[in-house]
T-cell receptor, first 114, second 111 residues
Framework: GQQLNQSPQSMFIQEGEDVSMNCTSSSIFNTWLWYKQDPGEGPVLLIALYKAGELTSNGRLTAQFGITRKDSFLNISASIPSDVGIYFCAGRMNYGGSQGNLIFGKGTKLSVKP | DVKVTQSSRYLVKRTGEKVFLECVQDMDHENMFWYRQDPGLGLRLIYFSYDVKMKEKGDIPEGYSVSREKKERFSLILESASTNQTSMYLC??????????FGSGTQRCFL
């Protein structure tokens, strides 16, 4: 089935550093979503993107919907220890309705050293 | 805020048992989903439902069934639990046009 390539798989960074991760697909998506999952919890939606080129921020997080509609990136500025977790990208090929379920990347595991 | 509640955070069952995982949402969402999450494999869709009494197979439905008798409740059933069904199970609902909202997950272990 359709897959998303999410990279990197894991990151070990120092507190205060900026972080960047991305997802790419061979197909065109109409929606890109970024989730964060804390240990032992379900994923929580961070940012949703609906238009090519859209750039959206949520606090220290910024995500962009690629112009080609085949990629998206997430940046975290000035990382803090509570940023630790697994970040997932997800995309949908059809907008709205009952069709077009989300396809998930395999996640980027972020570790932050104080 | 959307609330998605899964029964049992952790569960240990014997192989061959019939297991029910319950998920309840309080936002009147029509779409509900069951995923399993395994290290290195990410999130995989088991079953989903667009409305009461309706169900659709996801990517890995083998060994599972579902029930949606009421709009707010979506149950995942393991007819005869096996060790390869040891996993983290996540229920989610969908709020159009936004994305999925997940429950906290149920970690199941089958001995």
């Amino acid at each position: 089935g359709q897959q998303l390539n999410q990279s990197p798989q894991s990151m070990f960074i120092q507190e205060g550093e900026d972080v960047s991760m991305n997802c790419t697909s061979s197909s065109i998506f109409n929606t890109w979503l970024w989730y964060k999952q804390d240990p032992g919890e379900g994923p929580v939606l961070l940012i949703a993107l609906y238009k090519a080129g859209e750039l959206t921020s949520n606090g220290r997080l910024t995500a962009q919907f690629g112009i080609t509609r085949k990629d998206s990136f997430l940046n975290i500025s000035a990382s803090i220890p509570s940023d630790v977790g697994i970040y997932f990208c997800a995309g949908r090929m059809n907008y709205g309705g009952s069709q077009g379920n989300l396809i998930f990347g395999k996640g980027t595991k972020l570790s932050v050293k104080p | 805020d959307v609330k998605v509640t899964q029964s049992s955070r952790y569960l240990v069952k014997r192989t061959g048992e019939k297991v029910f995982l319950e998920c309840v949402q309080d936002m009147d969402h029509e779409n509900m989903f069951w995923y399993r999450q395994d290290p290195g494999l990410g999130l995989r869709l088991i079953y989903f439902s667009y409305d009461v009494k309706m169900k659709e197979k996801g990517d890995i439905p083998e060994g599972y069934s579902v029930s949606r008798e009421k709009k707010e409740r979506f149950s995942l059933i393991l007819e005869s639990a096996s060790t390869n069904q040891t996993s983290m199970y996540l229920c989610a609902t969908r709020q159009v046009p936004k994305g999925l909202f997940f429950g906290s997950g149920t970690q199941r272990c089958f001995l």
